[in-house]
């Protein structure tokens, strides 16, 4: 599996635009870039996963750059509750297994 | 909406002990699977499923056995707890689907397992 690389924590103020990077040099052709969210003593959340093209859901917006090197996810205007741990994650082709890495700690803040 | 439940939310244990983690989902899913999450290692994965008696390792199995008697649940096994098994287990299940579809896993709550 490719490997991806978040920064540890960011903070967002509410109402603002968050906008979480991830970098995956060394994805391949046929991986998907996933992002979940886990907030504080729950499971994860799928939020949203594309291929190439930019995606869009209730959720969020999935920006991937051209060489597919890097992603952002974007929530248009953050609450509090979008405080949460957000994994950024490529998945091989066929395997149903993903890899959680440490995510990027988002705090929302008043 | 995809739910699925784990058995317990809070769990102590002693050292030695037999112990039995369930996991139910009800949407139907082929793939089932279970995570250990500590702090600054993120999720591990510990074993899938994907169909009913069937098992694959994943990345840490050490001391972990499962079991999948019926497509709807799936169960950890800790043959004998250790002071570091002390972790939030995760249970999460996916359908089998088309590229890209398989790979959206929903998760339970989590079991926080205290082994003394």
């Known amino acids: 599996d490719a490997k991806t690389t978040q920064p540890t924590s960011m903070d967002c103020a509410e109402g603002r635009a968050a906008n979480l990077p991830c970098n995956h040099s060394t994805i391949s052709g046929n991986e998907y870039v996933y992002w979940y969210r886990q907030i504080h003593s729950q499971g994860p959340q799928y939020i949203i996963h594309?291929?190439?093209n930019n995606e869009t859901n209730e959720m969020a917006s999935l920006i991937i750059t051209e060489d597919r090197k890097s992603s952002t996810l974007i929530l248009p205007h953050a609450t509090l509750r979008d405080t949460a741990v957000y994994y950024c994650i490529v998945s091989n082709f066929g395997n149903e297994k993903l890899t959680f890495g440490t995510g990027t700690r988002l705090t929302i803040i008043p | 909406d995809v739910k699925v439940t784990q058995s317990s939310r809070y769990l102590v244990k002693r050292t030695g002990e037999k112990v039995f983690l369930e996991c139910v989902q009800d949407?139907?899913?082929?793939?089932m699977f279970w995570y250990r999450q500590d702090p600054g290692l993120g999720l591990r994965l510990i074993y899938f499923s994907y169909d009913v008696k069937m098992k694959e390792k994943g990345d840490i199995p050490e001391g972990y056995s499962v079991s999948r008697e019926k497509k709807e649940r799936f169960s950890l096994i800790l043959e004998s707890a250790s002071t570091n098994q002390t972790s939030m287990y995760l249970c999460a299940s996916s359908w089998v689907g088309g590229r890209g579809h398989g790979e959206t896993q929903y998760f339970g709550p989590g079991t926080r397992l205290l082994v003394l």
């Open positions: 949407m139907d899913h082929e793939n």
């Open positions: 594309g291929l190439k």
